[in-house]
């Protein structure tokens, strides 16, 4: 068994008083501060150099100074550059390129977490957002965009206005429509003129036709000679036109526009009593008739109140359908 010795006292050191530190072995009572000489214990020692030293005269590290000179700053310089001439040759080459990621069963649950977060964050600013109008940056390419919707809109607006010039130029005149017009019986004397009253009312338009025109007029003081009469000494007679023929035709009164049925769509019946919570939400109370509804998602749905004719959101689990 070889004999250990003291690094302190450079004597036996025997099991009972044998301290090992700092690669050594040492007397417990020559385990002391090589400064001071302050007797030291496994827990109040501070190594340096593989020597023991106290707390107070722990040898501490100073910065050294450098002068600033214009080497000093000119090799400064050139690291910084080097620095970034090799970060940017770094980047260029891992240009283009991905990081291979392990998918592995933690990887994977933090991306459905990831997903299900923006969801959910999703549709809390959509529910946010409903009912408020967005606002748009008024810029140059915004401005652009909204000339040129004005301009086709002039263009096209130009178009039909032409369109509708080119029509009535080509519309036949009044003369000639009187000629090309149609003959009702009991109508002789009805002039057609488009947009009156006579044009939709057949009792108007008999009317017109049995009121005497100035052109009659003109015909009934007009005496016909006759020289057979004349020569008996009988007075001359005036013409007499024959009356016009009543109209063998009444067409039936028109009838009154029934609209269909309004639609009412998917009915639901309310199970509980609610109040609206928001400007969008409707209110009701129980066993009112929930119509015209649409499923948003699970616990939300929009519809009208038949009892009130409120339409907007509700909950689906206040109502059950029917």
Request: proline residues 9%.
């Amino acid at each position: 068994m070889p004999i250990k010795k003291c690094d302190k006292c450079a004597k036996t050191v025997y099991p009972t008083e044998e301290l090992k530190c700092l690669d050594k072995i040492w007397h417990r009572m020559c385990f002391k501060c090589t400064s001071c000489g302050m007797t030291l214990t496994m827990k109040n020692y501070k190594g340096y150099d593989k020597l023991p030293y106290c707390n107070a005269h722990y040898p501490t590290t100073k910065h050294t100074a450098v002068a600033d000179t214009p080497f000093n700053r000119r090799v400064a310089q050139n690291k910084t550059f080097q620095s970034n001439i090799e970060y940017h040759n770094e980047f260029e080459r891992s240009r283009g390129k991905y990081t291979v990621v392990a998918d592995d069963p933690e990887t994977q649950r933090l991306l459905k977490n990831s997903e299900k977060f923006s969801t959910i964050q999703y549709h809390k600013e959509f529910e946010e957002s409903k009912g408020h109008k967005i606002s748009v940056a008024d810029d140059p390419e915004t401005q652009r965009i909204k000339q040129m919707t004005q301009n086709v809109s002039d263009v096209a607006y130009h178009k039909d206005m032409e369109k509708k010039e080119t029509m009535e130029q080509r519309r036949p005149s009044e003369s000639g429509a009187r000629n090309q017009g149609y003959a009702i019986p009991g109508m002789a004397g009805y002039r057609r003129q488009p947009g009156s009253l006579a044009e939709y009312d057949p009792l108007e338009r008999q009317a017109q036709a049995n009121q005497p025109s100035p052109y009659t007029s003109k015909i009934q003081s007009t005496q016909v000679y006759n020289s057979h009469a004349s020569s008996q000494g009988r007075a001359p007679q005036q013409y007499q036109p024959p009356e016009p023929a009543q109209p063998a035709y009444q067409p039936p009164p028109p009838q009154a526009y029934q609209p269909p049925p309004p639609q009412r769509g998917p009915v639901f019946k309310a199970l509980y009593d609610y109040t609206a919570a928001d400007s969008d939400e409707v209110s009701f109370n129980e066993d009112d008739l929930i119509i015209n509804t649409t499923i948003i998602d699970a616990g939300w749905m929009e519809g009208t109140v038949e009892r009130t004719g409120q339409h907007g959101m509700l909950p689906s689990n206040y109502v059950e359908s029917v």
